[in-house]
């Protein structure tokens, strides 16, 4: 069974930077992976996604002040986030999929739906 582990959340003020880190309990390589976010009575949005090429799809809410990487040789998921805003304040959720059909540097998605594994979630605070 795959899971998905989430570490790095806190509260920090605005204008601060947090760094989310993402590691699974499977050796595979994930064709897609991607953090989430869900603020309460919202529905839960996409962030970013990386696939196997690091070919990155970033949010426009947080474009130029997100990145997603990951790092092949420990099958590990990370989200840098800098100039973070009260309206950040959300739980973020790591998500992965497997698909033989999934073209590296072709797919790209930041639709929960087309997402097989999750992470339990972890909370993000920005006080301002």
């Known amino acids: 069974r795959v899971q998905l582990v989430e570490s790095g959340g806190g509260s920090v003020q605005t204008g601060g930077s947090l760094r989310l880190s993402c590691t699974s309990t499977?050796?595979?390589?994930?064709?897609?992976m991607g953090w989430f976010r869900q603020a309460p009575g919202k529905e839960r949005e996409g962030v970013a996604g990386?696939?196997?090429?690091?070919?990155?799809t970033i949010a426009d809410s947080v474009k130029g002040r997100f990145t997603i990487s990951r790092d092949h040789a420990t099958n590990t998921l990370y989200l840098q986030m800098d100039n973070l805003q009260p309206e950040d304040t959300a739980m973020y959720y790591c998500?992965?999929?497997?698909?033989?059909?999934?073209?590296?540097?072709?797919?790209?998605?930041?639709?929960?739906?087309?997402?097989?594994?999750w992470g339990q979630g972890i909370q993000v605070t920005v006080s301002s």
């Open positions: 990386i696939d196997t090429i690091d070919t990155t």
């Open positions: 499977s050796s595979s390589t994930f064709s897609y």
């Open positions: 998500a992965a999929r497997n698909s033989d059909y999934d073209v590296p540097g072709v797919f790209r998605t930041l639709n929960r739906h087309n997402f097989h594994f």
